[in-house]
């Protein structure tokens, strides 16, 4: 079965700063990664998905994630973070079965200091 | 306008009475899930079901039960036991290519 590590439960940083999220997987076959945002008190909304093709995948927002196979991690990257940014972050990737269901990391909270 | 529907945003029950939250969508998608999430915690998989009459248990499935008799819907009852039922349920429908579409979600408290 596949697992998700998301390195970080709650990472911080100033506002314009870089943010980085870290999230890796484990697949003997190159899955579908995707990363989900979730504000307080809503569901996930899709930030960016990899299935093929390039392995740098821009999302909304102003975020990118880059799928490296090598070291079987996609993580999520923004060049300077705004305050509406904070929030958790999921990554999930798919089951490579019948049911492609997915199965999501634990989960990062992102503070943004002013 | 495509989307997911829950209903309640908010509901509020009595130890020892069963509930059930209302999932409806208009995506066309065959796949559809329940999750449970807990504070400052990741999502746990209820059901999910992937054809309509026809849904499998995820992780924590004990406590709950479903039913999908309509593509659209996908309705979660909460039963008496389940023993901690208090949480926020995410409903969410999956593409064909694997991206999981949520909605708005439910707040559950039971006390």
């Known amino acids: 079965a596949q697992s998700v590590t998301q390195l970080g439960s709650h990472v911080s940083v100033s506002e314009g700063a870089l943010v980085l999220l870290r999230c890796n997987y484990s697949s003997s076959v190159p899955p579908y990664l995707f990363w989900y945002v979730q504000y307080p008190n809503q569901g996930l909304q899709l930030l960016l998905k990899y299935t093929t093709g390039a392995t740098l995948v821009k999302g909304i927002n102003g975020f990118e994630a880059e799928f490296k196979k090598s070291e079987t991690s996609f993580h999520l990257t923004k060049p300077s973070a705004h305050m509406s940014d904070a929030a958790e972050y999921f990554c999930?990737?798919?089951?490579?079965?019948?049911?492609?269901?997915?199965?999501f990391g634990s989960g990062t909270r992102l503070l943004v200091r002013p | 306008d495509g989307g997911i529907t829950q209903s309640p945003k908010y509901l509020f029950r009595k130890e020892g009475q069963n509930v059930t939250l209302s999932c409806e969508q208009n995506l066309n998608h065959d796949a559809m899930y329940w999750y449970r999430q807990d504070p400052g915690q990741g999502l746990r998989l209820i059901y999910y079901s992937q054809i309509v009459n026809d849904f499998q248990k995820g992780d924590i499935a004990e406590g709950y039960s479903v039913s999908r008799e309509k593509k659209e819907s996908f309705p979660l009852t909460v039963t008496s036991a389940q023993k901690n039922p208090t949480a926020f349920y995410l409903c969410?429908?999956?593409?064909?290519?694997?991206?999981?579409?949520f909605g708005p979600g439910t707040r559950l408290t039971v006390t």
């Open positions: 969410a429908t999956q593409d064909r290519i694997g991206e999981q579409y």
């Open positions: 999930a990737v798919s089951e490579m079965d019948s049911s492609y269901k997915l199965i």
